[in-house]
């Protein structure tokens, strides 16, 4: 199976702040998403990106398959969007499941 | 809200016990997924059911089984639980698409088991 690595694993920054998550893929992938993890371990979904550039508020995220990356933007960051932040992608192969990354663990101090 | 339930939302078992936990799915939605997450790590995969039928399987003993209902909610059963089985328990519903790379999975709340 694909393996997905994150970084970084923790990012503290004061409110306000902007930040870039990374996602790496060791296999092509057919299917990309990024959640947020709140405290309470609801997954939500933030994007479905398996390619391009998408936008949803102060959140954006861009996958460059060919390069078998993904990064997610998080500007003017708010206390709220603490968490850990998850990509998960499935393989271009036979593969039902996703595969997801260990995390990053996104700290915003008021 | 995703849409997708789970219950119980705790659960607390003795080593050895069996353990039963539900899921239904998003309305429409024909495809359920499990993940397990210990602390501190991410989701990883027990297996799918697609139209009732198993759709593939992680890394998981056999130990770890399930069942897909006719409305598509769904099951996972866990035998003669281990202090390792401790952990969070997410399902995933989705579309199930005829192009299933197309899915987006929309996530429960969980159910967090801990064997004692």
């Known amino acids: 199976g694909i393996q997905v690595e994150q970084s970084p694993p923790d990012l503290i920054l004061q409110e306000g702040a902007n930040s870039t998550l990374r996602c790496n893929f060791s296999d092509s992938v057919n299917n990309l998403q990024w959640f947020h993890q709140n405290p309470w371990g609801q997954l939500i979904n933030l994007f479905y990106?398996?390619?391009g550039t998408k936008q949803n508020g102060r959140l954006s995220a861009t996958t460059v398959a060919t390069e078998r990356y993904s990064l997610l933007y998080i500007s003017s960051s708010q206390t709220t969007d603490s968490g850990v932040y998850f990509c998960a992608g499935r393989s271009s192969g036979s593969a039902r499941q996703l595969t997801f990354g260990s995390g990053t663990q996104l700290t915003v101090l008021p | 809200e995703t849409g997708v339930t789970q219950s119980p939302t705790h659960l607390i078992k003795t080593r050895g016990q069996q353990v039963t936990l539900r899921c239904s799915s998003q309305?429409?939605?024909?495809?359920v997924s499990w993940y397990q997450q210990a602390l501190g790590q991410g989701p990883q995969f027990i297996f799918q059911?697609?139209?009732?039928?198993?759709?593939g399987r992680g890394n998981f003993p056999p130990r770890f089984s399930g069942l897909q209902f006719p409305n598509y909610s769904s099951e996972l059963n866990v035998n003669a639980l281990e202090l390792d089985d401790s952990a969070l328990y997410l399902c995933a519903s989705s579309l199930g698409v005829v192009d299933r790379a197309q899915e987006t999975q929309y996530f429960g709340p969980g159910t967090r088991l801990l064997v004692l």
């Open positions: 990106i398996p390619s």
């Open positions: 309305s429409g939605h024909n495809t």
């Open positions: 059911y697609y139209r009732e039928e198993e759709n």
